[in-house]
């Protein structure tokens, strides 16, 4: 059964689709593609069930097909947690009700409607790097790009949204992965095993997204005991809290706070305190 649904879910991934004479990657053998549909930021997005893109990279798929998409997806992301095309799935293909949720967030703060509206993309191309490099230590520009450094990570590696059969939800997605190590910065955390895990509790309380709630359940069994009572005692703890008590993650236009410190921001955002055995964290890999 494994071996079935993780073959299925590859051949989604890795299918093609004809485009006129032109043959571009998509997962459902057979469609046709034709111009996407766009919906208007002030009507309510749900699941259209298209049969056609509705946006670039979009894939369209049936509920028998998501379904499978979801069990290959899981069984995956179980088995390897750094399979992150196949967590990216999993999170298109379960994450419509906490998707719509988080686009009304947004629609009705100022900030976040904002970003709805110009739809940035955290990406090497439109950052300044030098830029945010010659920023003081302490910024949150910096920081992120000391995070990016020491961890050897590159915003370029998101996967586009492809399952999402609605256009504005699809946005919301990607600017949630986009955003998350700016949420490893925020928290502190780095991209082991153990700073994964309190990442995902965060994003779990603040999204509800059931890939975010898998990670954080299920991460924790990859680690040996001092970890898992580092995590149970102290850091799940913190991120729980700082989830519920801060302001929605996606309510933030992080490109125009580069130059504002991260305890700033921190404070902002309604994000507790570190706890003190936070730090040394990334020597714990």
């Not at 798929?61 to 095309?85: C, E, I, V, W």
């Not at 040996?224 to 309510?251: D, F, M």
Request: hydrophobic share 40%; net charge positive.
């Amino acid at each position: 059964m494994y071996l079935l649904l993780s073959r299925r879910a590859q051949r989604f991934l890795s299918g093609t689709v004809n485009v006129g004479s032109v043959s571009e990657p998509c997962g459902v053998p057979g469609l046709t593609v034709c111009h996407a549909g766009h919906l208007s930021a002030t009507e309510s997005p749900t699941e259209e069930g298209s049969h056609f893109p509705l946006y670039p990279n979009h894939i369209p798929t049936s509920l028998l097909q998501k379904g499978l998409l979801t069990a290959g997806s899981a069984f995956m992301a179980l088995y390897n947690p750094y399979r992150h095309d196949m967590v990216a799935v999993l999170g298109e293909t379960t994450g419509s009700l906490a998707l719509k949720n988080l686009w009304e967030q947004m629609k009705t703060h100022p900030e976040g409607s904002q970003v709805l509206q110009e739809r940035p993309r955290i990406r090497l191309s439109t950052l300044d790097v030098a830029g945010l490099r010659a920023l003081p230590d302490g910024t949150f520009g910096r920081e992120y790009i000391r995070f990016l450094d020491d961890n050897r990570v590159s915003p370029d590696t998101r996967m586009p949204a492809r399952f999402v059969d609605n256009e504005e939800l699809a946005y919301v997605i990607q600017r949630y992965r986009e955003v998350h190590d700016l949420m490893h910065t925020l928290l502190g955390m780095p991209t082991n095993m153990l700073g994964e895990v309190v990442v995902k509790w965060f994003e779990a309380v603040q999204t509800g997204l059931p890939m975010c709630v898998l990670g954080a359940l299920f991460g924790p069994f990859r680690l040996n005991a001092r970890k898992r009572h580092l995590l149970t005692a102290e850091l799940i703890p913190w991120a729980v809290r700082s989830g519920r008590s801060a302001t929605c993650l996606l309510n933030f236009y992080y490109e125009k706070r580069w130059d504002q410190t991260v305890e700033s921001l921190r404070r902002e955002m309604g994000i507790l305190p570190p706890p003190p055995k936070q730090l040394g964290l990334s020597c714990l890999a």
